[in-house]
């Protein structure tokens, strides 16, 4: 073993304790330029005064406009950004646990292209928000229920890896379903709001998506917070981790189902947003190290600040709004390039 190679574990082990403060610190940084800056720049105490009011019931002694900024425009999009950030990290820590390759990010399973499948059927059929963001969750859930449904069928000796190639062939056959209802759909009307849709935007978020949002999120990332300890196990190759007591077969269920569930919530909320699903927890692995007690929450922070950081950039950087499709892109490729170059033994 080399030096840098036995080395690795002793830095993990002192980086372990301070990651998770580092990421929060990193969040909160975000938060506060995030709430700050615009085309309607708010300084920081306005901000702190229009909050503290908010929570003593009180009355802010600063401008209705300002009020209005940081609570109707900014906050709601800020907590948007934070729950779909860590979702995404979140499914994509679990994912890439389950299936032990550092590759996997949360739309390995179809969610990503189910729930995109049912967001252009609603627009193609003139359906309200509500509906479309509906019809995208359901579809996100209803894809991977047939990837389960399929790799079950057909689970040999490799159920996994069945799981992955099931999640790549229905994953295929949804996109040619949206490639089909984008041809279809009226090219002055339709077609652009499902292409920025399929980009991935914060813009249209208001107080009232929120909640339909957090009950998913929270949900799912909860049991994967249970779950901690056995994914640890679950890592290992499925002999080992059946000798050591645990049903497989039943903890990959509650795995997918936790981790589809917020993704499903994330992109019926956003659209797709990719790359930080598949970026974050290696960042979050290079904080804390591979273990899921302290890997799981310092990459929901992580991942918090980082789509925070990139819808901040999206909404300010030009003078119209960059989809974030897009900035994940520019984003993920370096970062993960760098991460490939500073990888020194096996993500494990």
């Not at 802010?60 to 209005?68: G, T």
């Not at 909640?211 to 049991?223: C, I, N, R």
């Given at each position: 073993m080399s030096e840098a190679a036995a080395a690795a574990p002793a830095r993990a082990r002192r980086g372990g304790a301070l990651g998770p403060w580092l990421a929060l610190a990193a969040l909160g940084l975000a938060v506060a330029v995030a709430f700050g800056v615009g085309r309607y720049p708010v300084s920081l105490a306005d901000v702190v005064r229009v909050l503290a009011a908010r929570l003593t019931a009180s009355t802010?002694?600063?401008?209705?406009?300002?009020?209005?900024?940081?609570?109707?425009?900014?906050?709601?999009?800020?907590?948007a950004a934070?729950?779909?950030?860590?979702?995404?990290?979140?499914?994509?820590?679990?994912?890439?646990?389950?299936?032990?390759?550092?590759?996997?990010?949360?739309?390995?399973?179809g969610a990503s292209s189910g729930a995109a499948l049912g967001a252009v059927l609603g627009i193609w059929l003139a359906l309200g928000v509500l509906a479309i963001e509906a019809l995208a969750f359901a579809g996100g859930l209803a894809a991977v229920a047939c990837v389960y449904a399929l790799g079950a069928a057909l689970a040999g000796r490799d159920p996994v890896l069945?799981?992955?190639?099931?999640?790549?062939?229905?994953?295929?056959?949804l996109g040619a379903g949206v490639g089909l209802i984008k041809y279809l759909a009226d090219p002055y009307n339709q077609l652009p709001a499902m292409t920025f849709w399929l980009l991935g935007s914060l813009s249209a978020t208001h107080p009232a998506d929120l909640?339909?949002?957090?009950?998913?999120?929270?949900?799912?990332?909860?049991?994967l917070l249970l779950l901690r300890w056995r994914l640890d196990a679950l890592s290992l190759p499925d002999e080992e981790a059946r000798s050591l007591g645990l049903a497989t077969?039943?903890?990959?269920?509650?795995?997918?189902?936790?981790?589809?569930?917020?993704?499903?919530?994330?992109?019926?909320?956003?659209?797709?947003?990719?790359?930080?699903?598949?970026?974050?927890?290696?960042?979050?692995?290079?904080?804390?190290?591979?273990?899921?007690?302290?890997?799981?929450?310092?990459?929901?922070?992580?991942?918090a600040g980082t789509?925070?950081?990139?819808?901040?950039?999206?909404?300010?950087?030009?003078?119209?709004?960059?989809?974030?499709?897009?900035?994940t892109a520019v984003f993920g490729t370096p970062v993960f390039l760098w991460l490939l170059a500073r990888a020194e033994r096996d993500w494990q």
């Open positions: 802010a002694d600063v401008a209705p406009a300002v009020e209005a900024v940081v609570l109707q425009v900014r906050g709601p999009r800020i907590a934070i729950l779909i950030g860590a979702a995404l990290s979140v499914a994509g820590t679990a994912f890439q646990g389950l299936f032990r390759n550092p590759l996997v990010s949360p739309d390995i399973l069945v799981l992955v190639l099931a999640g790549v062939v229905i994953g295929s056959l909640l339909p949002l957090l009950g998913p999120v929270l949900a799912g990332t909860v049991l077969g039943r903890l990959r269920i509650a795995v997918v189902a936790a981790a589809t569930l917020v993704t499903a919530a994330s992109v019926a909320a956003a659209g797709i947003v990719g790359w930080v699903g598949l970026v974050v927890p290696h960042l979050a692995r290079f904080l804390v190290g591979p273990g899921f007690g302290r890997l799981i929450p310092t990459a929901a922070l992580l991942g789509l925070l950081v990139i819808d901040t950039l999206a909404r300010t950087i030009a003078p119209v709004e960059v989809p974030l499709g897009i900035l």
